[in-house]
């Protein structure tokens, strides 16, 4: 977590199940960032991509 005034940003991996499936698939790296306002804090940005785990992307694949 980085808090400075009114932004705060977090950094995490998410571990997510797709469906039914009893496996997480591999971790996710997202970044969350918040703004305080007059209603406390709200989420203004989110992003995620693949971690490391998941290997190389797939020729041809364009990454973001």
């Avoid at 992003?47 to 797939?58: E, I, L």
């Amino acid at each position: 977590h980085i808090v400075d005034g009114n932004i705060a940003v977090h950094v995490l991996n998410e571990h997510i199940r797709l469906g039914s499936e009893r496996q997480h698939q591999p971790p996710v790296i997202v970044t969350n960032v918040y703004r305080l306002g007059e209603n406390g804090w709200r989420m203004v940005a989110h992003h995620a991509s693949a971690s490391r785990s998941q290997g190389p992307a797939p020729s041809g694949v364009a990454l973001h």
